[in-house]
Every structure is written in structure tokens, then in C-alpha cells.
């Protein structure tokens, strides 16, 4: 792991969080921590889909003092998006900034690297009890995305894409 620009953050209770380049064991990190969060993700196969992709793409993660707390993973489609592909945290970090964080690195490396728009796709409302999609759509609109569209055949009928924008 590489040091991304020495980006961290300190909270009042004393936790620090850092951001690396996770250049080795991208696809276990990702198994260990979409294996945590089983509210989001409750197929096993699709965590090892998203491990094996994610394995290939650009990743960074967030530190304190334990180790890695969280990740994310960015899929470039040139010449003007970058997909956060995916964005994770372990359950005892929700809340604390994590995501916050990870999303702030990938804004700064997408527009690094020229490209002007930061997406990313979740779960939309279909009218179920899913609190933890509706946090996660909060999130997003919370740190600037915008919800473009729906897409509800993207994933599966029963799976309808909410599919947000942010202009960097």
C-alpha cells in the first residue's frame, strides 16, 4: 500500500484515517469486507463477482490504526467518466467518515486524470423496507451526485439501477 497524497482526517475522538493505493490483494480486501456488510450485499457470488473485477481496478483504501476500514474501487469509461464501482466500509466505521473520505480521493484521482464526470449505481426505491439502500442513497446525495436516472433492467427487474452523476 502507497500513501495517496497523505490525505487523512482526525475526529474529536481521536481516530485517525488515512488514504492508500491498494496495489496488492485488492479482491481479498473486497471479499472481507462486502462479507461483513450483509444488508447490501447477501449473495456470495456477487461479492466474488465484484472481488474478481475489482481486483483489476484502480483501489484505494482507508487506514486507522487496525488496518484497512474501507475501500474504493474505480472503473474508468473515457474519455469523461469515472464509475465508483465500488465503496465499502466495515460496520463499526459506518458513519465516522470513511465513505466520506474514500469519495474525496476518488474525485481528486478522477480529475487527475481528466475526467470530468464521478458516477456510480445502487439499489433504487422499489418500494420495499430497505433502510440501508435508502442510507446509501442519502449518502450520495449528501456528497454532491445527482440522480440522472433509473435504469430498471440494467441489473434485473427486480433490481432497478438508481444511477447518480457528479460534476468534478
Not at 465516522?96 to 486524470?113: D, H, T, W
Not at 442513497?137 to 432497478?160: K, Q
Amino acid at each position: 500500500m502507497v500513501p495517496a497524497r497523505g490525505l487523512f482526517l482526525l475526529f474529536q475522538s481521536e481516530i485517525m484515517f488515512d488514504i492508500v493505493d491498494v496495489r496488492q490483494d485488492k479482491a481479498a480486501l473486497c471479499r472481507d469486507i462486502l462479507g461483513e456488510l450483509t444488508d447490501w450485499f447477501t449473495l456470495p457470488e456477487v461479492i466474488e463477482a465484484c472481488a474478481q473485477e475489482a481486483d483489476d481496478l484502480p483501489m484505494f483504501g482507508c487506514r486507522d490504526e487496525t488496518g484497512l476500514v474501507g475501500f474504493v474501487s474505480l472503473k474508468p469509461h473515457p474519455p469523461h467518466a469515472m464509475e465508483v464501482f465500488l465503496i465499502a466500509a466495515r460496520q463499526n466505521t459506518r458513519g465516522k467518515g470513511v465513505g466520506r473520505l474514500l469519495l474525496k480521493q476518488a474525485e481528486q484521482f478522477a480529475a487527475a486524470l481528466g475526467y470530468r464526470l464521478l458516477t456510480v449505481k445502487t439499489l433504487a426505491e422499489r418500494g420495499q423496507d430497505e433502510p440501508h439502500f435508502a442510507e446509501t442513497r442519502a449518502f450520495y446525495d449528501r456528497n454532491g451526485f445527482l440522480r440522472a436516472e433509473i435504469f430498471t433492467t440494467l441489473w434485473d427487474e427486480d433490481y432497478p439501477c438508481q444511477y447518480f452523476v457528479k460534476l468534478l
